[in-house]
């Protein structure tokens, strides 16, 4: 999971914040907005996988051991409180912007 949302983070970078490498000026922020959409998917579908694999070991099946459904949900919860990051720190960066005295 972390590998998955940090390559998705990870497209971020010069390009995906809109500059080309090398380029001075922004031409847009579509790359930031896809892996940040691609990121917040990865974080959903960790989060339903781990609740079907609880749902199925509390049924008592025999195809999820405890051992599969502790690690689905540590890694929910891994990229959750990523997410939540990268949240606090677009609010926060935000918030910087609109305090600037122009």
Not at 29 to 54: H, I, P, R, W, Y
Request: net charge neutral; proline share 2%.
């Amino acid at each position: 999971m972390e590998l998955k949302l940090l390559q998705g983070l990870g497209a971020v970078g010069a390009a995906g914040l809109g500059r080309a490498p090398g380029a001075g000026a922004p031409t847009g922020g579509a790359g930031f907005a896809k892996a940040l959409d691609s990121a917040l998917k990865t974080v959903s579908q960790l989060q339903n996988e781990s609740g079907q694999m609880q749902r199925q070991y509390q049924l008592g099946a025999d195809s999820v051991s405890l051992e599969d459904t502790m690690v689905a949900m540590q890694k929910a919860q891994v990229g959750f409180q990523a997410a939540l990051t990268v949240r606090n720190r677009l609010v926060s960066a935000y918030t910087d912007i609109m305090n600037i005295q122009v």
